[in-house]
């Protein structure tokens, strides 16, 4: 029996001394958390400095890669070691790095065989730095994610981190003029891949289509209580606003999953009080674009954290959220009401 002690002796009558290392640490970790904030630190360095050593270099021709720093922040904040991490969409694998040297327990999916072999050569570089723990990754369609993980970690994962394929024409790799040869800049590397079954690649309303599913497979991977930690962003087409966001919010909703905190993670950082910005060529090229053409726009300099939750209590039904067509969607109030009870509401084709 761990022991805790209350001291009253005289002149400490409203101290208490405690003395058993668990709940100290339980009371040092939620202190942390409780100043932590909404608003997480996450680009103090720049990627770049973030990464090196930790990665191999091909890793940089991921058009879209996560900040090493957001996982590192979203591992400590919802999980204890050991846990398991899981990343459905993973591309080269900066959550399953990162929960390693964290001492976690990682397992990602990916679709694309190319950021699936360098996740896996990132993984190896890990171990061979002793990283405590430890990483499986698949190249697998995350919409079937589980049939694609081994079954003994259904219902097990302490925290699901991940982030949609948006806006690829945000990101990716140049080359001036001196280096190629050719005249203007030359875009690499600022596409995930060709193949029309990449999320990357579809409308708006079929990637969320696509995230549900996910979401759904993912739901059923976490313990109850489990975190799902998601990062994206608004952007806009054609002056119009494009809010992945609250679209990803909707889409937890309907796979089950509770909202519980709405977070920022900076990309750029803060010194002696300034915003330092850190806009890729890709960024700021398209805001000139927009401007010139009248679109008032700025360089976006965070990322939208959403964090849900699966629900702790057991659903009234035994039926599994749907993340198909046959049933109602977020905004549709009874569908939403429904939701709030850990309920499903069932269409016709739905099972
Ligand atoms: C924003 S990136 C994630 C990058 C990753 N966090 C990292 O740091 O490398 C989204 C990834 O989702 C992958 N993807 C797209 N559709 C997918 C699907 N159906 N199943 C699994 N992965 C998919 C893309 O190939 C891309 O690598």
């Not at 009558?13 to 100290?24: P, Q, Y």
């Not at 003994?152 to 690829?168: D, K, M, N, R």
């Not at 900076?266 to 850190?278: E, T, V, W």
């Not at 927009?290 to 964090?307: N, S, Y």
């Amino acid at each position: 029996m761990p022991e805790t002690t209350t001291d009253t002796t005289a002149g400490a009558a409203d101290e208490i001394v405690i003395t058993d290392a668990a709940a100290l640490a339980a009371i040092e970790h939620a202190a942390d958390r409780a100043h932590r904030g909404s608003v997480w630190l996450t680009a103090q360095r720049n990627s770049r400095s973030q990464r090196v050593g930790r990665y191999v270099q091909e890793s940089v021709a991921h058009p879209a890669k996560m900040l090493p720093e957001i996982v590192r922040h979203a591992i400590a904040q919802y999980t204890a070691p050991g846990d398991l991490v899981v990343d459905p969409m993973c591309g080269i694998g900066t959550t399953l790095v990162e929960a390693m040297h964290l001492g976690r327990r990682a397992v990602g999916t990916e679709y694309e065989a190319r950021w699936t072999t360098l996740a896996e050569a990132n993984i190896a570089l890990a171990h061979s730095q002793y990283a405590p723990g430890d990483a499986q990754v698949f190249n697998a369609d995350a919409r079937a994610i589980l049939s694609a993980v081994p079954s003994e970690i259904h219902g097990t994962a302490a925290l699901v981190i991940t982030s949609p394929p948006y806006g690829a024409s945000l990101h990716g790799q140049v080359k001036p003029t001196a280096e190629t040869g050719q005249s203007g800049v030359q875009k690499f590397d600022y596409r995930y891949s060709t193949d029309k079954g990449n999320l990357a690649h579809v409308k708006v309303s079929e990637l969320i289509d696509g995230f549900a599913k996910i979401l759904s497979g993912c739901r059923e991977l976490l313990r109850p209580g489990g975190v799902v930690v998601i990062t994206t962003r608004p952007w806009r087409e054609h002056g119009e606003l494009v809010d992945l966001p609250g679209e990803v919010v909707a889409a937890g909703v309907r796979a089950g999953l509770e909202p519980i905190e709405r977070c920022v993670a900076l990309l750029g950082g803060i010194r002696d009080g300034q915003f330092i910005a850190r806009p890729s060529f890709f960024q700021l090229s398209n805001i000139r674009k927009e401007r010139e053409a009248g679109q008032l726009q700025a360089v976006i300099t965070h990322e939208d954290v959403i964090v849900l939750r699966r629900p702790l209590a057991a659903a009234t039904t035994d039926r599994e959220p749907c993340a198909d067509d046959c049933c109602p969607r977020s905004g549709d109030s009874a569908a939403e009401s429904a939701a709030d009870a850990g309920d499903h509401l069932a269409g016709p084709d739905c099972e």
